[in-house]
């Protein structure tokens, strides 16, 4: 057994004798990664690699359905999602740790190990001897992880850039590669733990994968970017944009060769047309809606895995940015005072600041989130107050930190602020891969209208919403997914000036505790920062305002087995493990 994967749960025995009442939503509390102790940082063991007891040797084809794929990008400086996302899960690509479920802690991937000075502010890894780069690269040495880290760190499109430059390149730090297998980083002033591992973890899209220089140095940006040569137990082949993406077995990886010789991402946007593929066998797995579970049923020998706390979606209000664009003396593109939901002030004692957050409320409040929960999701879920506080963080809301369902105040609420006769908002669902989450946001636009708004809803691919966010361009809200996080503080990165990705509201009180949370060694004082994130988000309803925590359910096809032992921690939107997946 690998000694980073967790057990999920095979919850229909197989085929057509199976009906919808055998699956039901689990009773158990959620969880996540717990936080670190008050000691600085956490000290990983080396984790030995599991070796297979009998020889792989791959054959055959693995089917799978995706929403979304487009052009194959494997650069960490140019890629944006969704390829991060399918890069990752697939995995193509490969990262220093991965986070484990079974024993809460981030284990060495990449590096055999890492050191962590006492004050937290040096960090030395300790890469694994004799990983091989695909396509014949040689092997990967510490040279090549400092090259990726200075790739995402130099990213217009990478989530976190503005955090890997802060902590692996700050001006005051220093990186030195003192050996082949040696990485030796120093913040220049104390960082917390969370931010780091969040980059050294993979599956998710806000991690640092490892690519080889001396393909880049050799072939080039676009090549490295488009046929990269990475790590993973899958290399990229052939592809097509809008089409598929196929992916050819490593034979003899050092973690794990995959059971299939090949695996095909298929880009199939439309559900039906993935379940279609799915019951003519042509699909063996794919991102599902929850309400294909019942046709899924259907197909003689199929099975369903069912993934516990796998993601959570807020509502982001874009507009809000009360801080010049980075390093600028103008504003960002999408500031408007004007709009219903933005205040012409960042002064929280303001009339304009509070009929700005009357608005908002309104709008938080005109949504029925225990209905989506039990119709959308099937009750595969819970509703939730604040985007990054998903899991076991959610013990630590107060008291009143819930969104009460009031359509009447939302409209008393709404006439306060002056907008008796509602007003114009444009919603977007951001396809993350969350399963129905077009149909919760078209659910949201719907509670909106019932309020008196008249709402333009957007369905559009990610990819094509997605530079608008980065740009800070898109003015409106969205309906918005994103990973469970081992604490607030990974998340926050995302509400700051400096970071490529916005969610659409910035402000002074933002980026003062958003540093605070993340320049915290103790675990004490970070989350004394992030608690008053919580309370200063939920009262002015600013920037994290949460929907629900969603399970997630992966079909399971009758030509494969399931691969429950092998489901790794991460970013649970899209599948992952596919290495691990078995012929019947």
Known sequence: MNHWLKNSKVIVACGSSATATAVTPPTAEPTAIPSTGDTPVPQPTAIPTATPLVMIVPAGTLNVGQ?????????????????????????????LGIASFDSNKVLPMLAEAWDISPDGQVWTYHIRKGVQFHKGFGEMTAEDVAFSFEQVANSEKHARASVAKAIFFAEDGSRTVTDPYTWVVDSGVPFSDIPIEELLTTPRSVSAWVV??????????????????????????????????????????????????????????????????????ILDTFVMALDSISQVESVDGAQLMQVPNAAQSQLSFYGATHLNAFESDEPWPNYDPSLPWMSASAD???????????????????????????????????????????????????????????????????????????????????????????????????????????????????????????????QGATCHS????SAPTQGYASYTNASPFSYGAEHPFLEEYIGKATESVLKADREAAEDALARWNFDNVFAMVGLYVNDNIWPVGPKIKPWDDFVKQGDLRQINGYEFIQPR
């Open 67 to 95: 929403k979304e794929l487009g052009p194959y990008f494997g650069s960490p400086k140019l890629s944006g999602n969704p390829q991060i996302f399918v890069n990752n899960a697939a995995p193509v690509t490969e990262t």
């Open 348 to 474: 929280e004692a303001s009339e304009s600041w509070q009929t700005a957050v009357k608005v908002r409320k309104a709008l938080s409040i005109a949504i029925n989130r225990q209905e989506i929960v039990d119709t959308l999701l099937l009750g595969f879920g819970h509703t939730n107050t604040l985007q990054g506080w998903g899991g076991s963080d959610e013990a630590r809301y107060e008291p009143d930190m819930v969104w009460d369902f009031d359509p009447e105040q939302a409209k008393v609420l709404l006439a306060e602020a002056g907008f008796d006769n509602g007003f114009d908002i444009t919603l977007t669902a951001s396809i993350r891969g969350a399963p129905s989450e077009v149909e919760a946001c078209e659910a949201i636009a719907q509670y909106w209208e019932d309020i008196g708004l008249d709402v333009n809803f957007q369905n559009i691919p990610y990819g094509t919403l997605r530079p608008q966010l980065v740009a800070r361009t898109y």
């Open 212 to 281: 080889s220089k001396k393909q880049y140095d050799q072939d080039g940006e676009e090549e490295a970017n488009r046929n990269t040569a990475a790590t993973g137990p899958w290399e990229i082949g052939d592809w097509e944009s809008g089409q598929f993406w196929e992916l050819n077995a490593v034979e003899d990886h050092w973690r794990q060769t995959p059971y299939f010789a090949k695996m095909i991402e298929w880009e199939i946007p439309e559900e039906s047309a993935r379940v279609a593929g799915f019951e003519t066998g």
């Open 482 to 485: 994103a990973s469970i996080r």
